[in-house]
């Protein structure tokens, strides 16, 4: 059916619609409350807060029309309930993860979500027939305030108690000192406790705070519809409205959550009487809206947490690589594990048996899903929770294929009401042959990644926790809306047709056979995964995902990555989709594999099985589809594989099942190495690398390398920058010095390209104010930072390599699909990374992860990187902050010695003086933005405003630095006279 055939009523609107549209909005709108509350305080996206409520509206209804209970002290007692619910779940889930990154505590919230669903259904069954859900008042009131609005006893109920609940928070949160005391914990939570606050306690109070929002609103709700049939469903789509509209508050603002949550309530209210056919288009229009909501919200948000519970794989060594076993362990086990899988279904008695071939093969299936999250989350740090909508999008797409695709409809203004306003554009029809099952499964993978990549569009710019808020309700606009579109269903309403084929003359109608071909298709998507994870395209995107800002100085995009790692994860989710609608032959619609709460227990699922592993998401397959189906009778495996698992796992074994093999292997190798004796170290190389780029400018050598002309930065009403203008000249050392807050690494973030600014840019003559970060790196901008945190879950090797991507892209389809020619990039980036590392003496830590060395070290690896660059002006922003004495005097040697193997000039930001005042040749100083002395060394130090804004007037620094200014100026300027001239010749 198309938008203009719509059926739109005459009156489109009318006061009881707008009322009863304002008062489900304010329920929606405290449940928003509940969201900001916690979010506000501890900077947590709580995926519980629904489900949370529903154990009380649960526990409310059994009380009353099971047992009889009074209805206040029901009321009472199933919201002591959702309190202690939630108290518990910040007590022992929260507590134990507060120093972890907000999305690692995002994923826990969605475990707690899970635990409350499986709490609502241990509690005995609700009588439904012939009951209705309890409320304190069942009256009607017609005609009220002289209008025509009819209100009923719910609605008062929801009248009166939402906005005393809203004025009563809200006063608490701003105008009292706790309230402010428990929003100043979250914006820093080591400088509350100084204040005598302790933020633990705070975020119990706010969770507390938040259980008895979400049990009241639910509670509220409940009595509204009056149903209490399909209670735990309330919680989901609730909560999808519920982030919209704490989105639109910007997470922040109470009365903004309240105002979103009844413009919502409007919004439904509206479609649902003009368009009451179409079921679900409020979750599609509210997807719309969080698309551009959350885009313009998260403008100011970052989340720079990294997934420290992705498992680690110690790298075989060097020189235990020359063992065959050794050097193919991974394989050896993939092998191991496929022909148990061969043998499985071959075994007699209960093994071969179809139902158990089902079982195995949908198993298979979920873990092929799995390793969507795999890419999404454990390499991109993307929390997606649509990765099932995804895998659903496929299997329909792969139904339509097999039946034959088809499209009739008419674009216009048709569904705006009133006839004037009609008005029709065009037509679309299209028909298409049905084509063979084997051929539509690949095509629904493609589809698949091309819808995600064009979700991931949307959400380019939004990293971690908002992400989760885009694609949950994106899953919900799936499920209701998008599902049931006709060019997927073909007229179906509760599932799709999807019958298995042939293939090369094979009959797939039997599960065993059906069962190899999942096998197959699992095998082939691990080992791809395992190829790219190996190689550059992994590489880039674990250090997207580390480090955006430092992956773009070394000139790999955060948005081609991120698009990447969308529509792998989407392509490989649609390809898992696929196989299990193959599997049992339909497409369901609103059953079972892809609703959101599938999308939520893959996220589980992974994460039991070990997240970034290719292999964890068939651990996790096993133990949270297989094992309770295997053992339907033991309740310990049903606990321990649900949401409990997750929970478990999240707070006492970050890494998973798949850490267990991880430890035996690295007990392998650690035999071997004993066997071998001690490490000698890394070898170093003396003379320059045969990899190191140093191509020669042409240009005269009194044309600067780098010039940043009147550059001004402003952050809101703050000018950090003001019109500052700095040269750097070919084979020169530029010092750049000032106080704390003078504009320094601002200034050196706008000639990158990291915020924006106004001036002008000049690289090697060339204008590159309008290029982005990394097109500026390949141009030639070399860029360190001050923390010098690189890419913490990389090691020293697949750092260079990822530096080393510069010189040419890894090609993404080529690797997958093990070309030869893509085996030997590898082998050679391989080499030039080692001879790089060897070259600076890092050859002992090449296997080491950044996350394990000294800030000295890790200052290397980034000059390491500078040279895998090939950079011909270098931006180093304080080298030695964080670096011991000893290590501080080897600095100043290494950086001449790097520059003058890189013929490249240097912008140095220095804080200490007798370093920058040694090895530069000119400096400048900034102050407040704006330059304020620029000279030679002695010049500028002996510049009275210098003096006055940042040297001041110690003797003893003024001795030592002026000391060593000389002695720098009388050694340094006939070698830097001698390079220009060599470099004239």
């Given at each position: 059916?198309?938008?203009?055939?719509?059926?739109?009523?005459?009156?489109?609107?009318?006061?009881?619609?707008?009322?009863?549209?304002?008062?489900?909005?304010?329920?929606?709108?405290?449940?928003?409350?509940?969201?900001?509350?916690?979010?506000?305080?501890?900077?947590?996206?709580?995926?519980?807060?629904?489900?949370?409520?529903?154990?009380?509206?649960?526990?409310?209804?059994?009380?009353?029309?099971?047992?009889?209970?009074?209805?206040?002290?029901?009321?009472?007692?199933?919201?002591?309930?959702?309190?202690?619910?939630?108290?518990?779940?910040?007590?022992?889930?929260?507590?134990?993860?507060?120093?972890?990154?907000?999305?690692?505590?995002?994923?826990?919230?969605?475990?707690?979500?899970?635990?409350?669903?499986?709490?609502?259904?241990?509690?005995?069954?609700?009588?439904?027939?012939?009951?209705?859900?309890?409320?304190?008042?069942?009256?009607?009131?017609?005609?009220?305030?002289?209008?025509?609005?009819?209100?009923?006893?719910?609605?008062?109920?929801?009248?009166?108690?939402?906005?005393?609940?809203?004025?009563?928070?809200?006063?608490?949160?701003?105008?009292?000192?706790?309230?402010?005391?428990?929003?100043?914990?979250?914006?820093?939570?080591?400088?509350?406790?100084?204040?005598?606050?302790?933020?633990?306690?705070?975020?119990?109070?706010?969770?507390?705070?938040?259980?008895?929002?979400?049990?009241?609103?639910?509670?509220?709700?409940?009595?509204?519809?009056?149903?209490?049939?399909?209670?735990?469903?309330?919680?989901?789509?609730?909560?999808?409205?519920?982030?919209?509209?704490?989105?639109?508050?910007?997470?922040?603002?109470?009365?903004?959550?309240?105002?979103?949550?009844?413009?919502?309530?409007?919004?439904?209210?509206?479609?649902?009487?003009?368009?009451?056919?179409?079921?679900?288009?409020?979750?599609?229009?509210?997807?719309?809206?969080?698309?551009?909501?959350?885009?313009?919200?998260?403008?100011?948000?970052?989340?720079?947490?990294?997934?420290?519970?992705?498992?680690?794989?110690?790298?075989?060594?060097?020189?235990?690589?020359?063992?065959?076993?050794?050097?193919?362990?991974?394989?050896?086990?993939?092998?191991?594990?496929?022909?148990?899988?061969?043998?499985?279904?071959?075994?007699?008695?209960?093994?071969?048996?179809?139902?158990?071939?089902?079982?195995?093969?949908?198993?298979?299936?979920?873990?092929?899903?799995?390793?969507?999250?795999?890419?999404?989350?454990?390499?991109?740090?993307?929390?997606?929770?649509?990765?099932?909508?995804?895998?659903?999008?496929?299997?329909?797409?792969?139904?339509?294929?097999?039946?034959?695709?088809?499209?009739?409809?008419?674009?216009?203004?048709?569904?705006?009401?009133?006839?004037?306003?009609?008005?029709?554009?065009?037509?679309?029809?299209?028909?298409?042959?049905?084509?063979?099952?084997?051929?539509?499964?690949?095509?629904?993978?493609?589809?698949?990644?091309?819808?995600?990549?064009?979700?991931?569009?949307?959400?380019?710019?939004?990293?971690?926790?908002?992400?989760?808020?885009?694609?949950?309700?994106?899953?919900?606009?799936?499920?209701?809306?998008?599902?049931?579109?006709?060019?997927?269903?073909?007229?179906?309403?509760?599932?799709?047709?999807?019958?298995?084929?042939?293939?090369?003359?094979?009959?797939?109608?039997?599960?065993?056979?059906?069962?190899?071909?999942?096998?197959?298709?699992?095998?082939?998507?691990?080992?791809?995964?395992?190829?790219?994870?190996?190689?550059?395209?992994?590489?880039?995107?674990?250090?997207?995902?580390?480090?955006?800002?430092?992956?773009?100085?070394?000139?790999?995009?955060?948005?081609?990555?991120?698009?990447?790692?969308?529509?792998?994860?989407?392509?490989?989710?649609?390809?898992?989709g696929a196989l299990l609608a193959g599997l049992v032959q339909n497409v369901p619609l609103s059953e079972r594999f892809f609703q959101v709460e599938n999308s939520l227990e893959i996220i589980g699922m992974v994460v039991i099985g070990g997240l970034g592993s290719s292999v964890g998401a068939l651990l996790g397959a096993i133990w949270v589809y297989g094992l309770p189906n295997l053992f339907t009778s033991s309740q310990t495996?049903?606990?321990?594989?649900?949401?409990?698992?997750?929970?478990?796992?999240?707070?006492?074994?970050?890494?998973?099942?798949?850490?267990?093999?991880?430890?035996?292997?690295?007990?392998?190798?650690?035999?071997?190495?004993?066997?071998?004796?001690?490490?000698?170290?890394?070898?170093?190389?003396?003379?320059?690398?045969?990899?190191?780029?140093?191509?020669?400018?042409?240009?005269?050598?009194?044309?600067?390398?780098?010039?940043?002309?009147?550059?001004?930065?402003?952050?809101?009403?703050?000018?950090?920058?003001?019109?500052?203008?700095?040269?750097?000249?070919?084979?020169?050392?530029?010092?750049?010095?000032?106080?704390?807050?003078?504009?320094?690494?601002?200034?050196?973030?706008?000639?990158?390209?990291?915020?924006?600014?106004?001036?002008?840019?000049?690289?090697?003559?060339?204008?590159?104010?309008?290029?982005?970060?990394?097109?500026?790196?390949?141009?030639?901008?070399?860029?360190?930072?001050?923390?010098?945190?690189?890419?913490?879950?990389?090691?020293?090797?697949?750092?260079?390599?990822v530096a080393l991507e510069a010189r040419g892209r890894t090609p993404i389809m080529s690797t997958a699909l093990h070309l030869p020619h893509s085996f030997a990039l590898e082998r050679r980036r391989r080499s030039e990374a080692d001879e790089l590392i060897d070259f600076l003496g890092l050859g002992r830590y090449g296997d080491s992860y950044i996350s394990d060395l000294s800030t000295g070290t890790r200052r290397i690896v980034?000059?390491?990187?500078?040279?895998?660059?090939?950079?011909?002006?270098?931006?180093?922003?304080?080298?030695?902050?964080?670096?011991?004495?000893?290590?501080?005097?080897?600095?100043?040697?290494?950086?001449?010695?790097?520059?003058?193997?890189?013929?490249?000039?240097?912008?140095?930001?220095?804080?200490?003086?007798?370093?920058?005042?040694?090895?530069?040749?000119?400096?400048?100083?900034?102050?407040?933005?704006?330059?304020?002395?620029?000279?030679?060394?002695?010049?500028?130090?002996?510049?009275?405003?210098?003096?006055a804004s940042y040297l001041g007037t110690d003797e003893r620094a003024i001795a030592i630095s002026d000391g060593l200014t000389r002695s720098r100026d009388q050694e340094r300027r006939p070698h830097a006279q001698e390079q220009r001239n060599g470099g004239n010749e």
């Amino acid at each position: 059916m198309g938008i203009a055939s719509l059926p739109v009523l005459g009156t489109w609107i009318t006061q009881q619609i707008v009322f009863d549209g304002v008062v489900n909005g304010l329920v929606t709108g405290l449940v928003a409350m509940g969201i900001v509350l916690i979010y506000r305080s501890t900077r947590v996206i709580n995926f519980a807060v629904g489900n949370m409520g529903i154990i009380a509206a649960s526990m409310m209804a059994l009380l009353v029309v099971n047992y009889g209970w009074p209805f206040w002290l029901a009321l009472a007692f199933s919201l002591l309930l959702g309190v202690l619910f939630a108290a518990a779940a910040e007590l022992t889930v929260i507590r134990r993860l507060f120093r972890s990154p907000r999305v690692i505590v995002l994923v826990a919230t969605v475990g707690i979500a899970q635990l409350a669903q499986l709490v609502i259904s241990l509690l005995p069954e609700i009588e439904v027939s012939g009951n209705t859900y309890p409320v304190v008042a069942g009256s009607i009131w017609e005609d009220v305030w002289f209008t025509e609005i009819r209100v009923r006893g719910p609605q008062l109920t929801i009248l009166i108690a939402v906005p005393l609940l809203a004025l009563l928070l809200g006063w608490l949160m701003n105008r009292t000192t706790f309230g402010k005391s428990v929003t100043a914990s979250a914006s820093n939570p080591n400088l509350s406790r100084l204040s005598a606050i302790n933020p633990k306690t705070v975020s119990t109070f706010v969770w507390v705070m938040a259980g008895l929002l979400a049990s009241a609103s639910m509670i509220m709700l409940s009595g509204s519809t009056g149903q209490i049939a399909g209670l735990a469903d309330l919680g989901s789509q609730t909560l999808g409205r519920a982030m919209v509209a704490a989105v639109l508050a910007a997470m922040v603002s109470f009365p903004r959550a309240i105002l979103a949550g009844m413009a919502i309530g409007i919004l439904d209210a509206l479609l649902r009487f003009n368009f009451y056919l179409e079921i679900g288009l409020l979750d599609f229009v509210i997807f719309l809206g969080a698309l551009v909501a959350v885009y313009f919200q998260s403008r100011s948000q970052r989340e720079t947490g990294v997934f420290s519970f992705t498992p680690k794989v110690r790298p075989v060594p060097e020189r235990l690589r020359q063992v065959w076993w050794l050097r193919h362990l991974s394989p050896i086990a993939l092998g191991a594990l496929l022909a148990l899988g061969i043998v499985l279904v071959q075994l007699p008695g209960i093994s071969n048996l179809p139902s158990r071939q089902l079982l195995y093969a949908t198993v298979l299936c979920f873990a092929v899903c799995g390793l969507s999250v795999t890419i999404i989350t454990g390499w991109s740090g993307q929390l997606s929770l649509a990765q099932m909508a995804f895998a659903g999008m496929g299997a329909l797409f792969a139904a339509g294929l097999r039946r034959g695709l088809a499209m009739d409809f008419t674009v216009g203004t048709g569904f705006l009401p009133g006839d004037a306003l009609s008005y029709d554009f065009f037509d679309v029809e299209f028909e298409a042959g049905g084509i063979p099952f084997m051929a539509a499964i690949p095509l629904a993978a493609l589809f698949s990644a091309l819808v995600a990549a064009a979700i991931g569009v949307g959400s380019l710019r939004v990293r971690g926790l908002y992400l989760a808020v885009t694609t949950f309700v994106f899953a919900l606009a799936a499920q209701q809306y998008l599902y049931r579109r006709p060019f997927f269903t073909g007229g179906s309403s509760s599932s799709v047709s999807f019958r298995r084929g042939e293939l090369f003359g094979l009959d797939l109608k039997s599960q065993k056979a059906y069962y190899y071909v999942c096998l197959a298709f699992l095998l082939i998507v691990v080992i791809i995964v395992s190829r790219l994870r190996r190689s550059g395209v992994g590489r880039s995107i674990i250090a997207v995902r580390d480090n955006a800002d430092s992956a773009a100085g070394y000139t790999v995009g955060p948005v081609r990555s991120k698009m990447s790692s969308f529509a792998l994860a989407g392509g490989i989710a649609g390809l898992g989709g696929a196989l299990l609608a193959g599997l049992v032959q339909n497409v369901p619609l609103s059953e079972r594999f892809f609703q959101v709460e599938n999308s939520l227990e893959i996220i589980g699922m992974v994460v039991i099985g070990g997240l970034g592993s290719s292999v964890g998401a068939l651990l996790g397959a096993i133990w949270v589809y297989g094992l309770p189906n295997l053992f339907t009778s033991s309740q310990t495996v049903v606990l321990f594989s649900s949401s409990v698992g997750l929970l478990l796992v999240i707070m006492y074994f970050p890494g998973g099942l798949v850490q267990i093999g991880y430890s035996a292997r690295n007990a392998l190798i650690a035999a071997a190495e004993r066997r071998l004796g001690p490490d000698p170290g890394g070898k170093s190389i003396r003379s320059s690398p045969t990899s190191l780029s140093r191509p020669r400018d042409p240009r005269p050598a009194t044309d600067p390398m780098l010039a940043g002309r009147d550059i001004s930065v402003r952050f809101g009403g703050v000018e950090a920058v003001s019109e500052a203008t700095i040269l750097v000249h070919p084979d020169e050392v530029v010092g750049l010095i000032g106080t704390n807050g003078a504009g320094k690494s601002t200034f050196m973030n706008a000639v990158g390209g990291y915020v924006p600014s106004t001036g002008n840019v000049e690289l090697l003559g060339v204008d590159i104010s309008r290029l982005a970060a990394p097109r500026r790196a390949r141009a030639g901008l070399g860029r360190t930072f001050q923390a010098a945190a690189l890419f913490p879950e990389l090691t020293v090797r697949e750092t260079v390599q990822v530096a080393l991507e510069a010189r040419g892209r890894t090609p993404i389809m080529s690797t997958a699909l093990h070309l030869p020619h893509s085996f030997a990039l590898e082998r050679r980036r391989r080499s030039e990374a080692d001879e790089l590392i060897d070259f600076l003496g890092l050859g002992r830590y090449g296997d080491s992860y950044i996350s394990d060395l000294s800030t000295g070290t890790r200052r290397i690896v980034e000059i390491t990187g500078l040279l895998a660059l090939g950079a011909r002006v270098l931006c180093l922003d304080e080298p030695t902050a964080g670096v011991a004495q000893r290590e501080t005097e080897a600095f100043g040697p290494l950086i001449v010695y790097i520059r003058r193997e890189l013929g490249a000039a240097m912008l140095i930001i220095e804080h200490d003086m007798p370093l920058i005042m040694s090895i530069s040749d000119r400096v400048y100083c900034l102050e407040a933005g704006k330059v304020i002395a620029e000279g030679t060394p002695s010049e500028v130090r002996n510049d009275p405003l210098v003096i006055a804004s940042y040297l001041g007037t110690d003797e003893r620094a003024i001795a030592i630095s002026d000391g060593l200014t000389r002695s720098r100026d009388q050694e340094r300027r006939p070698h830097a006279q001698e390079q220009r001239n060599g470099g004239n010749e």
